[in-house]
């Protein structure tokens, strides 16, 4: 194996079949360990006589395969009553702004998904509880997934909280593998990239990690997927250079949402009116005003 490269084990040898929950990225060392490594934990399926639930209390089954309307509606409406996590951060243990269940509503209600296996993709992953944005579709819909978080501090934290959802721990911002970016840790959902010359980044420059960063087409690829229901991306400002380096030409997505409102950007600055012409270009129409501090783009002829 040559240093440098992701290399996945899949449980399914069919390489047609839509990628299942169950299968996992096997956790790859790598040889400097000043460099957090990329990779994952492996999978490990529960005692099928307990409940699986994640570091919370708030134990809904986990959906392994699609389900029924009643199954859907009977998650949302409970989903709906959690107001707080019960253990660890404080942070909620779903979106923040609602968006989770938001886009839920407007895009995936009606029906079209039902019997399906729908895919998501979450950048950053975080704890992979704390105001995620992924979860519900996981927890209610029965969806699969892919969560990458940079944070070296954060990402065992998802390994353990995720179990059925892929994980990758890299920066997925550099146009190639060879990259490493300086990553500013943090314990809320806010973590993000060194900049040297942020005053307020200086201080806390010993606290700063190094982390392998890579294009994001690159690790879908060597995924296998072909087709990503819903794209979340919130990663402090670095919005732009994840998508710089993601291929919507070899990869379809039908709905994705940016955070463009936050300490690092505002709604109409330089940075998000070039998401916005980058995202048309690739055939996206913005859905203005649908949820809080983000934009909604949906892919042309998107039927929903």
Known sequence: MTVGCLVLFFLSNNPNQRVSPRESYNYVPRPDPRISPRGSFDYKAPDPGASVSDVDDFSLPYATSPLSRDSVDACYAEWGQVTERKAGNKQLPKSSLREDVTLYNEFFKKGALLGKSGFYLELGGFDGVAES?????ERCL??????????????????????????????????????????????????????PDNKDHKKFASNTVDVRCGPLKKYISELGVKHIDLFSLDVEGAELMVLQNFDFSAVSVDVVMVESDNAYHKSN???????????????????????????????????Y
């Open 142 to 195: 029965g969806w699969s997934g892919l969560l990458i978080e940079a944070s070296p501090k954060m990402f065992p934290k998802l390994a353990k909280n995720r179990p059925l959802a892929h994980k990758l721990h890299v920066s997925p911002t550099c146009p190639d593998e060879s990259g490493v970016i300086t990553f500013l840790p943090s314990s809320f959902t806010n973590a993000m990239i060194y900049d």
């Open 269 to 303: 600055d330089e940075g998000n009116m070039e998401i916005r012409r980058l995202m048309r270009e690739a055939g996206f129409v913005l859905k203005k005003s649908l949820v809080q501090k983000s934009d909604v783009y949906v892919r042309e002829g998107f039927v």
């Open 133 to 137: 944005n992924s979860r519900f579709y």
